[in-house]
């Protein structure tokens, strides 16, 4: 609200260009105006004209305008030089934009469903008025469906993480949101989460697995391997390709069950964590000395063939989450 004043000008500047209009009902942008109106939803402007009808309380000039001001006395109202009302709410975000950062900024989201008109309508007030795009990059989020419905309150079908988390690993759940690209929509369902939750698993045991090994051999961080980071910088760079990412780690789980090598295990686990660590979903390990005394002997007792000592340590190991 405290940006009301400057809408209103920024409105009023409109009408003065000729971008706008005012009528009893509010003020309405002229989108014939725009000559590139449609340019981020490649929306076709003769269509949604046809079998569009001008009602009497719109009073348009043309279906496709939008309003940018309403009259009425309902709600919360500000006094304006076209009678009480309010900002429309394309006109509220092009304004408070072109107020706090001035000029076209790098990023803007949103949902997928806001793409027309909400986004469309900021761009078009901001090429006419402010002469430069709103936006250099668009990324448009797609919903969340649960069981192949839309999640929504409305249905009561809401499923909140602080009780999903109760059931599952939380870095699990992280995994299945990067597993699916931003742009494409997440049908969830519990199966999908038990999926995501035995993949993790899978990554989180050979991680553990390997940090157990180098803190039994006094491995001193490694550096990481090139080629998958050049891979993963490749993929984040084309539209955060976190699918392909996540092939990525798969393969280098595969290599780090598997590597005999203590320092090129070293390098692998090093790769993993680099990447994990950008993506939100590495897992945080610590072992004590008591712990690793245990192992060895665990080790130890395998080698003697004591095959009774080394199911009872292996147990407790278990028992702390090293099994």
């Given amino acids: ?56 309380e719109d009073e348009k000039e043309n279906p496709r305008d939008f309003s940018i001001w309403k009259t009425t006395t309902d709600g919360l109202v500000f006094d304006s030089p076209w009678g009480k009302g309010r900002p429309g709410w394309h006109t509220e975000c092009a304004v408070m934009n072109h107020e706090i950062f001035g000029a076209e900024i790098d990023i803007h989201g949103g949902g997928a469903d806001l793409k027309f008109p909400h ?18 990059y668009w990324m448009h989020v797609a919903r969340l469906d649960v069981n192949n419905v839309k999640m929504s309150k409305s249905i009561g079908n809401i499923s909140l993480v602080k009780d999903l988390i109760q059931d599952y690993n939380p870095l699990a759940f992280r995994l299945l949101m990067v597993g699916h690209h931003y742009r494409q929509p997440i049908n969830y369902s519990d199966d999908l989460m038990v999926q995501f939750s035995k993949e993790y698993d899978k990554i989180e045991r050979a991680l553990k697995k390997a940090f157990l090994t180098m803190s039994l051999e006094e491995i ?24 392909n990412v996540i092939t990525v780690i798969y393969e280098i789980v595969k290599l780090i069950n598997k590597e005999k090598d203590i320092e090129v295990l070293a390098s692998l686990y090093q790769t993993a964590k680099e990447i994990l660590t950008v993506l939100g979903i590495m897992p945080y390990f610590s072992v004590n ?5 245990l192992y060895r002997e665990w080790e130890q007792a395998r080698s003697n063939k004591d095959f009774l000592r080394a199911d009872r340590i292996r147990s407790e190991l278990a028992e702390q989450g090293w099994m």
Wanted: net charge negative.
């Fill in 1 to 56: 609200t405290e940006y009301v004043p400057q809408m209103i000008s920024y409105i009023q500047e409109l009408i003065n260009e000729g971008f706008a209009y005012a009528v009893p009902s509010g003020v309405y942008f002229r989108v014939t105006k725009d000559e590139d109106y449609g340019i981020l939803s490649k929306q076709n402007m003769e269509e949604l004209s046809s079998g569009v009808r001008i009602t009497l």
């Fill in 119 to 136: 986004h469309e309508n900021e761009i078009a007030q901001t090429v006419v008025h402010d002469h430069h795009h709103l936006a250099k």
């Fill in 289 to 293: 000395e008591s712990t690793l005394n």
């Fill in 220 to 243: 001193e961080v490694h550096l990481s391997v090139t080629e998958f980071i050049e891979q993963f910088k490749t993929y984040m760079d084309d539209d955060f390709n976190i699918p």
